[in-house]
């Protein structure tokens, strides 16, 4: 049985989606947030997951905050840390400290768009193509050995709404999907900087990195 800590900062719709997983060896061990207010906290606790706040704004600086969240986290003994919707940058230590067991999502094709409004960026730009990436995390900003992307279509018409509502509903599926993998014990961090998953499906498991999925 693997133990996930879940960070979010607000609707946690992308935590939501892997409580209603119900991932076979998972064990959801608590649902942590910067803010007081998180929509998504109320889903957590509403179904018996263990609930925390470390407010970001009672600390000092990034270096407190950042150990006080560890102390809580690592009171969870956790074997992976999902960042779903966590709006915070993190200190190097804090990502070090996790090496390996951090993963995040984020709403574009990285290296595209790392930071915020992403579809808005998007559309500004006019690519035709846009989508998620769960990714491991290193020190810098949206960045890190992919584990999983899947694309959208950007289409006549799209505004950010409907953009945004598109990739997210990949993001349900690739976020599961990749803790999925994680639990069990799919997922490897080769040599190259490439995440691949043993796939079960080839004979004799073979290790690839997972396709684009759409
Ligand atoms: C999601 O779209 C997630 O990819 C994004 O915030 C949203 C949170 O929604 N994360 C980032 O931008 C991280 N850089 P949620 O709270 O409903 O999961």
Same mark, same amino acid.
């Given at each position: ?6 960070? =979010? ?13 119900? =991932? ?5 061990? %608590? ?15 509403? @179904? ?11 600390? %000092?600086?990034?270096? %407190?905050? &950042? ?11 956790? &074997? ?25 999502? @984020? ?22 193509? @846009? ?10 900003? &949206?960045?890190?050995? =992919? ?7 950007? +289409? ?6 409907? +953009? ?9 599926? =690739? ?11 799919? +997922?490897? +961090? ?25």
């Amino acid at each position: 049985m693997k133990s996930i800590v879940i960070l =979010i900062s607000g609707r946690g719709s992308n935590m939501e989606a892997i409580v209603q997983a119900a =991932i076979p060896g998972v064990r959801i061990a %608590a649902v942590v947030s910067n803010r007081p207010d998180a929509a998504g906290l109320a889903f957590a606790a509403g @179904h018996g997951i263990a609930c925390a706040v470390v407010d970001h704004k009672a600390y %000092a600086d990034r270096a %407190a905050f &950042d150990a006080a969240l560890a102390e809580t986290i690592d009171g969870h003994r956790p &074997d992976l840390v999902v960042l779903a919707g966590f709006m915070r940058v993190l200190t190097d230590d804090f990502v070090r400290h996790y090496a390996g067991r951090l993963i995040n999502i @984020h709403p574009s094709l990285l290296p595209a768009f790392p930071g915020l409004h992403t579809h808005r960026r998007a559309l500004e730009t006019g690519v035709r193509v @846009h989508g998620a990436t769960v990714h491991f995390v290193t020190p810098t900003l &949206d960045c890190g050995p =992919i584990v999983v992307q899947a694309a959208v279509p950007v +289409l006549a018409g799209d505004d950010e709404a409907t +953009l945004a509502a598109r990739v997210l509903a990949q993001e349900h599926r =690739i976020y599961p999907q990749a803790v999925r993998w994680f639990a069990e014990d799919r +997922l490897r +961090l080769g040599d190259d900087g490439r995440v691949r998953v043993r796939d079960e499906r080839q004979a004799g498991a073979a290790w690839t990195v997972p396709a684009l999925e759409w």
